[in-house]
């Protein structure tokens, strides 16, 4: 598991953590929220097969995602990374749908990613479907961020799809990129036409300024021979206010071979080092990607920081006038505290005493209680009916029975005034 991770999200775990704890402490949660709903989410769009989980992964750095030809992905996967602080920490993820079950092997998060995707749908007869599985990922380097990777997008549904597919897919991703705090990593293989790129046209709608998509190239290494992208990667053919990237991932032979991530890293390297048309360019491999968005991220947070200094602000001067409210410090010493509390208390009786007795605000509502209500209901109690000659007799037979009594048949004396008390109980 120790896989390089990308260095400068060092950076954004740093910051936003500690943003994240301020606001934690200021009980800013989400639902309730200025950062943590707003802090940003990365999702990943375009067509099927166009590399969008090998994207991610390289950017998470770890290997959890199925990956392959056709729909793989077939449901969203929200992936909620979550800084750990002890450096030495195990990595391990956890599923909403299997709370408390913590996955240390993260071939089994993929082969539940796989699974849970084929117990839902095999219930309908989707193929697809926009209901999320939602992935906990723990680890000591990650930053406190989320990842959604999407199910591809398709231009015709084939055999055995329903044709409502193409629409249901467009119609799943628009409601994950269109929220304002979505960064667009919108992924086109290399060896297709941009022109006919699913992700451009779907970003484009929703954010039509650029504001917040990053052009992804795949698949360079497998592009026709004799051609290249440079004119992409450059920004002439398709300008992109963020501009492009481009990347080489791990090829289905390569994943059928089990490569691991570091050796994809470096021979990604080596590809941009050794292809005269890249040589030059710095946009290029998956650790630049890391780093642009870890770089989008940090200008994100620095735009949104007027924002949380205000809200910082107000939280503290609401919670000076609370504090004003309550009053003076009380001192931490036990002996101190308990002579204020029983100080208070005798105020209180004080008080008390003197509304009954000068019957003025309330006081004579309770004088009335006292003197006229509780007196006639207690006239009206039957104790008659205990006192009667025959009860007392029973009553006195039955509790001390053959019990020779010296002064007083005292347990007889006992049962009478408990059924007295006990009539007093209601009215008092
Ligand atoms: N050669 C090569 N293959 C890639 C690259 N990116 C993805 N692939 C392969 O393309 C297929 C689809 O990738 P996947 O990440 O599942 O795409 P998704 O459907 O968009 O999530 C897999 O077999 C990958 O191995 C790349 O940069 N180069
Ligand atoms: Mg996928």
């Known amino acids: 598991m120790a896989q390089q991770q990308p260095a400068t999200f060092g950076q954004v775990v740093g910051l936003v953590n500690k943003l994240q704890q301020i606001c934690t402490?200021?009980?800013?949660?989400?639902?309730?929220?200025?950062?943590?709903?707003?802090?940003?989410?990365?999702?990943?769009?375009?067509?099927?097969?166009?590399?969008?989980?090998?994207?991610?992964?390289?950017?998470?750095?770890?290997?959890?995602?199925?990956?392959?030809?056709?729909?793989?992905?077939?449901?969203?996967?929200?992936?909620?990374?979550?800084?750990?602080?002890?450096?030495?920490?195990?990595?391990?993820?956890?599923?909403?749908?299997?709370?408390?079950?913590?996955?240390?092997?993260?071939?089994?998060?993929?082969?539940?990613?796989?699974?849970?995707?084929?117990?839902?749908?095999?219930?309908?007869?989707?193929?697809?479907?926009?209901?999320?599985?939602?992935?906990?990922?723990?680890?000591p380097v990650v930053p406190n961020l989320t990842l959604v990777d999407m199910p591809g997008l398709t231009k015709l549904a084939i055999e055995g799809q329903p044709q409502s597919i193409v629409q249901d897919l467009e119609d799943m991703c628009k409601q994950y990129i269109k929220g304002d705090n979505a960064i667009i990593l919108a992924v086109s293989p290399a060896n297709a036409d941009l022109a006919t790129s699913d992700a451009l046209r779907l970003a484009k709608e929703v954010d039509p300024l650029g504001e917040r998509t990053i052009g992804v190239l795949t698949k360079i290494d497998i592009m026709d021979k004799g051609t290249d992208c440079r004119e992409v990667l450059c920004g002439r053919s398709l300008r992109l206010r963020h501009g492009w990237v481009g990347v080489v991932n791990r090829g289905q032979a390569d994943i059928n071979k089990k490569m691991n991530m570091a050796d994809a890293r470096s021979r990604e390297t080596e590809f941009f080092k050794s292809t005269e048309s890249y040589r030059d360019l710095d946009n290029t491999g998956t650790t630049y990607l890391a780093n642009k968005l870890s770089n989008h991220l940090v200008n994100e947070i620095t735009r949104k920081l007027p924002e949380i200094q205000s809200y910082v602000d107000k939280t503290i001067i609401d919670y000076k006038s609370q504090l004003t409210a309550l009053g003076h410090d009380i001192s931490g010493n036990r002996g101190k505290m308990l002579h204020l509390i029983l100080t208070l208390c005798q105020k209180v009786e004080k008080a008390f005493t003197r509304i009954v007795e000068g019957g003025e605000g309330g006081g004579e509502r309770i004088l009335e209680v006292f003197d006229v209500k509780l007196k006639e209901a207690i006239y009206k109690l039957p104790f008659d009916k205990i006192l009667t000659l025959k009860n007392v007799r029973n009553t006195i037979n039955e509790a001390d029975g053959y019990q020779p009594h010296i002064i007083a048949p005292e347990a007889g004396y006992r049962r009478l005034i408990e059924d007295g008390l006990s009539l007093l109980r209601e009215p008092c």
């Not at 989400?30 to 067509?47: E, F, P, T």
């Not at 998470?60 to 992905?73: K, Q, S």
């Not at 913590?102 to 989707?126: A, M, N, P, V, W």
């Open 25 to 139: 402490q200021l009980g800013d949660t989400a639902g309730n929220s200025i950062l943590v709903d707003k802090l940003s989410s990365i999702v990943v769009v375009g067509g099927q097969s166009s590399g969008k989980s090998s994207v991610l992964e390289a950017v998470v750095g770890r290997d959890f995602l199925p990956r392959g030809t056709g729909i793989v992905t077939r449901r969203p996967l929200v992936l909620n990374l979550v800084h750990t602080d002890d450096p030495k920490a195990q990595e391990y993820g956890e599923f909403m749908h299997r709370q408390g079950q913590k996955i240390y092997d993260f071939e089994k998060i993929r082969q539940e990613i796989e699974d849970e995707t084929e117990r839902h749908l095999s219930k309908g007869s989707k193929v697809v479907s926009p209901v999320p599985i939602y992935l906990t990922i723990y680890s």
